[in-house]
Nanobody, 128 residues
């Protein structure tokens, strides 16, 4: 079992930056692939980014590629999402998720149904 707590959300103007953090507790977080997903009002939750257990492999949705960067610090049990050049369409509740993974460098999964553990979410609002 792993517990996830997101932080770092807030209100930012278009073109600005935010860094989200996801602190994992419980079973060693390095045992899990980690992902970020988001849900905008009236829309389904969608994949944003994911990272392998080792941190060597990352994956991004096309909509955020080149603007967002996912990283992790296994010693601290924390995963980050650096968001730059934010757009109003990035407004959403952002969720951190964990998926148990046997291998350290497996290409991370973008399928949210594969993730068994979720945080409570943090709101990101980008004003135009």
């Amino acid at each position: 079992q792993v517990q996830l707590v997101e932080s770092g959300g807030g209100l930012v103007q278009a073109g600005g930056s935010l860094r989200l953090s996801c602190a994992a507790s419980g079973r060693t977080s390095s045992s899990y692939q980690m992902g970020w997903f988001r849900q905008a009002p009236g829309k389904e939750r969608e994949f944003v980014a994911a990272i392998s257990r080792s941190g060597q492999a990352t994956r991004y949705a096309d909509s955020v590629k080149g603007r967002f960067t996912i990283s992790r610090d296994n010693a601290k049990g924390t995963v980050y999402l650096q968001m730059n050049s934010l757009k109003p369409e990035d407004t959403a509740v952002y969720y951190c998720a964990a998926k148990a993974s046997e291998y350290r460098s497996t290409y991370p999964d973008d399928n949210q149904s594969s993730y068994g553990y979720w945080g409570q979410g943090t709101q990101v609002t980008v004003s135009s």
